[in-house]
Structures are given as structure tokens and as C-alpha cells.
């Protein structure tokens, strides 16, 4: 409530006899500090504060998401420039998942908890068990509901983030604008069973629809005819290298001073992606924070995938020889640089840090391995050429050509720390719970503190901290890896070739989810998959839940759990989450779905 003589700001009530003259920049500074609510409330206090107030609606961040009209509600604030005046940065969340994927998921999730709950109670289903049930059922009801409310959303929402021409009018309206980050990992969901789901991971069948969505966004920014200071995308396909007008299509990019790329694969990326990465990174020559490589916090989460260097067997396909893609090029003003996920070489990776030794202040290293040479080596030549203040390393860590650099570094400092620029708070607190909970599975380095002396070693010329009792256990009876002896130019023949026989591997998007959850010849939202030939769903039971013997999911027998008197299959428990979410989705009531 507001008047004349009196506002309401939070729980205080302000009597103003006259509002005392002050320049607008003083007001500017008043209203900065106070949140949305009492901005609102000072806009409507009075005329002469509501232009000052409106330009505070939306600084400095607007936030563009799947289920909500973001984009008709910004197009509404376009005709007021004065509240985009404040607004400096755009942030889309456009991390999406179907109801074919979540319903997989909650009925793995629904099983486990259901069979895990049956076994610790050994079969004698007391009243607390019978409880304990009812609490899983609700949970999964809970997801359900909660899914299926948003689903609702997105659908009535309909963003469109693939519209060029719209994103260009919207971007062409912000005179101010510095940043764009865009996250595709991350969810407004809140419930603990539905991120469960969301986390284990289908954002890959969305690649092809981020791609267009990328290409359409960098082809609006392009239009607009201003430079970016800063651009973060928390998971790009590796697939959107591979475009042939890639650098037309990043141009718009070259005065970055920040950039944040974490990459999504499914597979060892291509040459092409690595050539066409470096590529773009030489063409901006005026950055001062980079980051780049694939986040390995999904192995912390026990999500490990072929999308990562650890993942295979032999890890010689991920090897990046930094000077392939890079040559000697060097980022006059380069003071940050964070690096995780990748396979170098000692030399390469020494070389390119050895470059910037007049710049680098802060050093973030990450999940890596070395194909040639060691991390001891590496270190001791990064202390004798560096001058750091400040420098971050953890995760795992191998010396392929080692017998004993296997090491899981324990983080001294939240290993997401960087994405909570990018992330809901919600869904950010949930992966740090989600991280230390897995870390003990990890068998991290038992010795406290050696994160620090690392680092200590490496600023402050402290002793080399690392033991043989450091070693991860898993390693100890490997073999190191022994790295072919090719000279550099045998090394850029080979590299050459496999850029050749690439070129007659046809589509690289075959077999990465190109079409997402959506049938190409019906058009329709893919609810369940049946095969084309058996009529079978993936656990071998039909539309009406029966198998080729006859016996009815309900009835079937469940693997891993044969001591159990009454085991939920996960085939029964999918089709109970389908069902729940369908039933509460208008559109959907209609389509009839397997029993």
C-alpha cells in the first residue's frame, strides 16, 4: 500500500511530508540495494520515482525460461525503455526433458527404493514398513504431479528459441547489454526424486534442438551490431563444431573478454570439433577469462558416460596435442584460465600455460590426464615459469605414462562454485549435496589437505606433497600406457588422415538423440517405445504387459532381486509413473498408453 503521504517498504511504513530533490543518479543509488518488492512499492509511490524505479525491475539479469512466456513478457518491457535500462545480462534456462525419459528414470528410481525397502525389512512388512512404502509411493506421486505441472507449462508457454528474428529485436532493445549465459543442465525443479531423475542424464537427446537454438541466438546477437564482454553455456554439443559456417555464426564473439564453454558429448568428439574449437578460440584475442572442456563433477555424481576421457578404455582417442589446435597462440590479456576433462601432453599443456606467464594470475585445473610425460614434471616446470596468485586443483588426476599418478584431489572450495552465476539456487544446492554424498564412492585421496599443498607447491615453492599412498587403488595393478613415439610431423600426418576418414563417417549427429522426445513422422510427443519389429518394449513386455510368454509384467520375475516375495519390476513401475503423469496432463488423457 502506497499514498501521497506514505509507502510501505517491507514491514516498515515510510510517512514522506515532501519528497526532497535529489539528482536522479542519488535516487539511482537508494533504490539499487532494495529488493523486487520494494521496487515495486517505489514505482507506485509516486510518479517522479517510477522511471528511476523501473530501470531496477530487471537489473541486472532477465532470466528467459521454458515454462514461462518470458519472451511475451519481455516484448511488453520493450516498449518501456525505461526498464530496460538496467538490464545488462540475459540468462536462458533451456534444459528440457520429456515424458518418455522422466517417467524412465522415476520408475528405475521407484523400483530400487521399492525392492531396497522390502530387503532391509527381510520381507516382514511391519506397520512402519507398510509406512515407509507409503512414504516412496507419495514421493513418486509427488514427482509426478510436479513433473507433470510443468510439462503443462512448457507446452502453454511455447518459447521458441530457435526464432532469429525475435531474438534479434529483443537482444537490438538493450542498449546495455554485456553478457549472455545459457544453461542447459540445470532445472527449476525442486523436488529430490525428480532432480534425481533430471540428473542422470538425457540432455544429450535435446543436442540438435540446442544447436539451432545456439546458431539462431549467436545469428540475433550478429544482427544487433554490438559486442559481448561475456558469454557462459554450462553444456554446448560437441556437434555444434561441426558447422560449416561456424565462424560467420561466432563472429559476433570476438570481443570477449569472458567465455565459459563446458562441452556435452556421448562419444570421443571428432577432429573436427577439437579444429573448429581452436579455431574460434584464436580469432578472440581479448580475453581475459576462459574456460573451456567437459565437466567431470558427472563422475562425482556415479554418472559416468562415454562422454568423458575416463570412460574408455584407451584414452589415446581423447589426446588433444594443443599445438594442433592452437599452434603457439597466445591471449595478451589472459589472467584466468580453468581447464577440465581433457587429455594433453606435458610439453603442450606446459607450453601453453608458459605463454601467458606475464599475465595468468588464476589457475583452475580439473579431471585430467596426461598421454605423455608426467604431473610432477609438469608442476615442477609451471612453479620455475609462473607467477600465480591464486591456483585450484582437483578431481582425478593421471600420468598415463606413470606407475603411480593416479590421484582423486578432494576440492578445497565447492567444485560448482563457477556455475552458480548460471544455475537456480535450488537445483545448484541439490548437485553440492548430490557431490559429497558420492565423493567417499570416489576412494579420494585419504591424506587431508593435499589440494592446498599442491597449490602451495606450485605459488610458494613449498615440497612436492604427493606419495605413492596417494595412488588411487583401481590403478595400482594397471600397467601404464605406452605412448606411441611419433615425431611431430608423423603426429600432424596421422592427425590429418583421421580428419579424412572422419569426413566418411556421414552424419556425426547419428545415434546423439537428434530428435528428442518427439516422433518424426507423427510429430507427436514420444510417451513409450515399442520395437518396430516385436512390438516389445525395452524390458520385452507389449502394449497390453505381456511378454512372448505370456506372463504379465506384474507377474514376471525381477532380476537382481530373486530372494524377494513381492518385487516392484521396473517395467511395472515405469508404466505406474506414465500413467500417473498422463492422467494429469490434459492433452494426453486421450492417448492410450500400454497396461
Known amino acids: 500500500m502506497s499514498s501521497d503521504n506514505g509507502l510501505q517498504v517491507g514491514n516498515r511504513s515510510l510517512k514522506l511530508r515532501s519528497l526532497p530533490h535529489l539528482p536522479n543518479e542519488l535516487w539511482d543509488q537508494i533504490f539499487n540495494p532494495l529488493e523486487l518488492r520494494d521496487i515495486q512499492a ?21 532470466v528467459f525460461r521454458r515454462d514461462r512466456k518470458d519472451i511475451e513478457r519481455f516484448e511488453k518491457v520493450m516498449d518501456n525503455p525505461s526498464m530496460l535500462a538496467g538490464v545488462t545480462a540475459l540468462r536462458f534456462e533451456t534444459g528440457q526433458m520429456g515424458i518418455f525419459c522422466v517417467a524412465s528414470r522415476l520408475g528405475e528410481l521407484y523400483s530400487l527404493q521399492r525392492n531396497l525397502l522390502e530387503t532391509m525389512e527381510a520381507g516382514a512388512y511391519n506397520s512402519s514398513a507398510e509406512e515407509a512404502v507409503a512414504r516412496v509411493d507419495s514421493r513418486m506421486e509427488a514427482a509426478s504431479s510436479e513433473y507433470s505441472i510443468w510439462n503443462i507449462k512448457v507446452h ?24 549472455i549465459h545459457i544453461t542447459r543442465t540445470s532445472t527449476c525443479w525442486v523436488g529430490d526424486s525428480l532432480l534425481d531423475a533430471w540428473t542422470a542424464g538425457t540432455h544429450n537427446s535435446y543436442f540438435k ?23 557462459k553455456h554450462d553444456q554446448i554439443p560437441v556437434t555444434f563444431f561441426s558447422s560449416p559456417i561456424l565462424g560467420i555464426t561466432l563472429q559476433p564473439l570476438s570481443h570477449l573478454r569472458t567465455l565459459h ?44 558416460h562415454a562422454g568423458i576421457w575416463n570412460s574408455r578404455n584407451d584414452v589415446r582417442y581423447w589426446y588433444v596435442p594443443l599445438w594442433m589446435i592452437l599452434a603457439s597462440h597466445t591471449w595478451p590479456n589472459l589472467k584466468k584460465l580453468k581447464l577440465e576433462g581433457m587429455v594433453f601432453c606435458e ?42 596468485d591464486s591456483c585450484h586443483i582437483w578431481g582425478i588426476l593421471r600420468g598415463l605414462q606413470t606407475r603411480n599418478e593416479a590421484w582423486y584431489i578432494v576440492p578445497r572450495k565447492p567444485v560448482f562454485y563457477s556455475e552458480n552465476e ?13 557431490y559429497q554424498k558420492y565423493l567417499p564412492s570416489l576412494n579420494p585421496c585419504k591424506r587431508e589437505g593435499l589440494g592446498k599443498m599442491l597449490e602451495e607447491f606450485l605459488i610458494s615453492d613449498g615440497p612436492w606433497p604427493m606419495k605413492d599412498e596417494d595412488t588411487l587403488a583401481p590403478y595400482l595393478a594397471q600397467q601404464p600406457c605406452r605412448a606411441a613415439s611419433y615425431t611431430a610431423e608423423e603426429l600432424e600426418q596421422r592427425w590429418n588422415l583421421d580428419v579424412v576418414l572422419e569426413k566418411g563417417f556421414g552424419d556425426w549427429d547419428r545415434g546423439w538423440g537428434v530428435l528428442g522426445d518427439i516422433n518424426p513422422l507423427t510429430r507427436e510427443e514420444i510417451l513409450e517405445k515399442y520395437s518396430d519389429r516385436t512390438q516389445y518394449d525395452w524390458f520385452g513386455f507389449n502394449k497390453a504387459g505381456y511378454d512372448e510368454n505370456g506372463t504379465h509384467h506384474t507377474n514376471a520375475v525381477v532380476p537382481h532381486w530373486p530372494n524377494l516375495d513381492n518385487p516392484l519390476h521396473e517395467a511395472t513401475a515405469r508404466r505406474k509413473i506414465l500413467r500417473l503423469i498422463k492422467d494429469q496432463i490434459p492433452r494426453l488423457r486421450d492417448v492410450e498408453i500400454g497396461a
Request: charged residues 25%; hydrophobic residues 40%.
Open 422 to 434: 548460471l544455475w537456480p539456487p535450488r537445483y545448484a544446492a541439490y548437485m553440492d549435496e548430490c
Open 156 to 179: 502453454s508457454a511455447g518459447q521458441d528459441f530457435k526464432d532469429s528474428s525475435r531474438l534479434a529485436k529483443i537482444l537490438q532493445s538493450i542498449t546495455a547489454l554485456k553478457k
Open 42 to 62: 517505489v514505482r507506485l509511490a509516486t510518479k517522479r520515482w517510477t522511471d528511476i524505479a523501473s530501470r531496477h525491475l530487471f537489473k541486472p539479469t532477465f
Open 347 to 388: 610439453t603442450g599443456l606446459s607450453e601453453l600455460l608458459e605463454r601467458h606467464a606475464d599475465t595468468l594470475k588464476e589457475l583452475d585445473l580439473s579431471g585430467l590426464a596426461l598421454w605423455q610425460g608426467s604431473f610432477k614434471g609438469l608442476f615442477r616446470r609451471l612453479r620455475n615459469s609462473l607467477h600465480l
Open 209 to 231: 534442438k540446442s544447436n539451432e537454438e545456439l546458431a539462431s541466438l549467436f545469428k540475433g546477437i550478429k544482427d544487433k551490431g554490438q559486442s559481448l564482454e561475456e558469454f
Open 261 to 304: 564453454m563446458t562441452f556435452g558429448a556421448t562419444q570421443t568428439p571428432m577432429k573436427v570439433f577439437w579444429i573448429s574449437l581452436g579455431s574460434v578460440l584464436r580469432s578472440m584475442q581479448a580475453l581475459e577469462d576462459l574456460r573451456f572442456g567437459f565437466s567431470f563433477t558427472d563422475i562425482g555424481l556415479g554418472l559416468a
